[in-house]
């Protein structure tokens, strides 16, 4: 069964940083791509970044030279570094891994004070 737990989230003023991780188990061999999405209150759940195996990644217009995609395939790990944090940020954060069928981590809040 697999399974994401994610971790890092929390609050920070505006242009602070914050590191999130996401750790996928329960997968046996390479996952194709992984990504992180948000959802703000009243809003729908929109892409944020995702990263192939490959290393190519693609990031939202409103997230470009802010945030940064990584991961390391031998730990089935994803990992997002925001910098320069805005409070139109603030949204719950969830993980997202494409291996043979799509799963979503269970989020985690992450709040920008102005």
């Known amino acids: 069964q697999v399974q994401l737990v994610e971790s890092g989230g929390g609050l920070v003023q505006a242009g602070g940083s914050l590191r999130l991780s996401c750790a996928a188990s329960?997968?046996?061999?390479?996952?194709?791509?992984m990504g992180w999405y948000r959802q703000a209150p009243g809003k729908q759940r929109e892409l944020v970044t995702t990263i192939t195996s490959g290393g190519s990644t693609n990031y939202a217009d409103s997230v470009k030279g802010r945030f940064t995609i990584s991961r390391d395939n031998a730990k089935n790990t994803v990992y997002l570094q925001m910098n320069s944090l805005k409070p139109e940020d603030t949204a719950v954060y969830y993980c997202n891994v494409h291996w043979y069928s799509e799963y979503w981590g269970q989020g985690t809040q992450v709040t920008v004070s102005s």
């Open positions: 329960g997968i046996t061999w390479g996952i194709n791509r």
